[in-house]
């Protein structure tokens, strides 16, 4: 059964800080992953989705990676800012025909201004 | 934002009640998915639904049941609520193939079981 596990589970950085938030997980034959924020008490909003196949992928001030062989995956978030702080989650589909998502536990960050 | 509503958004019920949340989507997406979110557990998935009449089941699914009767609406049923199934609800949708794999995710429910 597929884990995935984010480390460290809070963070809390000084405005402009660039950060790295980081995801495992067990089983290396996934399909993507996708990483997610969510601002408390709201809905998730879709940051970056890495197909297996790719080694990054960027939007802006953001960052990921994908190490697939070694089961890793990192969010790399530059120049952060306030607005920047919210809870990121990782979530990835195994290379199967079924498309539901496994997700980490997230990453709590605040960034203080 | 992708064009994902649920409702009802707040809804408080009693132990033994059916539930029904609606999931609607405008994007014409051809997978539709409901999760619930509890803290300690993440984000897990209840059912899934791969078309129109077509679903399955994931990994919590015990206690519900779906239907989708249209492209654009995914229903969830509580047949008889329990204090267990206290959550918050999350649906999501996504194409099928490449960028458009991306899951987007609805505002969410937030059922409370007395």
């Known amino acids: 059964k597929q884990e995935v596990t984010q480390i460290p589970a809070a963070l809390s950085v000084p405005e402009g800080e660039n950060l790295v938030l980081n995801c495992s997980f067990t089983d290396s034959a996934i399909y993507n992953l996708q990483w997610f924020r969510q601002d408390p008490g709201k809905g998730l909003t879709s940051l970056l989705l890495?197909?297996?196949?790719?080694r990054e992928q960027t939007s802006g001030r953001l960052n990921a990676s994908l190490d697939k062989s070694s089961g890793r995956s990192t969010l790399y978030i530059a120049a952060s800012q306030p607005g920047d702080s919210a809870t990121y989650l990782c979530?990835?589909?195994?290379?199967?025909?079924?498309?539901?998502?496994?997700f980490g536990s997230g990453t709590r960050l605040q960034v203080q201004p | 934002d992708a064009g994902i509503t649920q409702s009802p958004r707040h809804k408080v019920t009693e132990t033994g009640t059916p539930v029904t949340l609606r999931c609607h989507q405008t994007?014409?997406?051809?997978?539709m998915y409901w999760y619930r979110q509890d803290p300690g557990h993440g984000l897990r998935l209840i059912h899934y639904s791969y078309g129109v009449k077509d679903t399955d089941k994931g990994e919590v699914s015990d206690g519900y049941s779906v239907s989708r009767s249209k492209t654009e609406d995914f229903l969830l049923t509580l047949e008889s609520a329990t204090s267990s199934q206290t959550s918050v609800y999350f649906c999501?949708?996504?194409?099928?193939?490449?960028?458009?794999?991306?899951?987007?995710f609805g505002p969410g429910t937030r059922l409370l079981v007395l």
């Open positions: 994007e014409n997406h051809r997978y």
């Open positions: 890495i197909q297996s196949s790719q």
């Open positions: 979530a990835v589909r195994m290379d199967t025909g079924r498309r539901a998502l496994t």
């Open positions: 999501a949708i996504s194409g099928a193939s490449g960028v458009s794999e991306t899951q987007y």
